[in-house]
């Protein structure tokens, strides 16, 4: 997978963000000669992960509408109901990738871990079933255990998941 590099980003922050070493991004990018002088735009291979347009799945989140949307090659899948992040700690908006999952990771996750390319956040179940619909997470994307175990079932890592307002 190729990442662009944004304004004020570090190789140490692009690592954390896809759960890679920096070792492993250096080695998948024997041109970075300095890894502290990145440029705006520069892109980056992170080893791993496949090209985000070659997956046929994407995913859609809608704060407002508290609605995760599965499409395939453009369609509607199915659409799921989900907590967001409250307004103090508010599920960020823009584009990401899953990229890597973790069952059973125990406390309020819930039955599945997807994170996202946005160290901390992920789309995760919940032990509080409840919370779905509301703003109550502290930035990620809850969802019932049966729906979450059913869409990491579907879409591999690499997918895309936009979230918007």
Known sequence: MIHIVKPGE??????GNYRRSIRQLLAANPRIINPNLLTSGQAITIPGLPEPASIPYAIEVSIGRKTLTLFRR?????TYPIATGKML???PTG???IVN??????GPYGAMWLSLSNKGYGIHGT???SSIGKAVSKGCIRMHNKDVLELAGTVPNGTRVIIRP
């Open 127 to 129: 032990n509080d079933p």
């Open 101 to 106: 999952r973790e069952p059973n990771p125990g």
């Open 74 to 78: 453009g369609q509607i899948i199915k």
């Open 10 to 15: 570090t190789l140490n922050l692009i690592a």
């Open 89 to 91: 700690t508010g599920t």
């Open 95 to 97: 584009e990401f990738v």
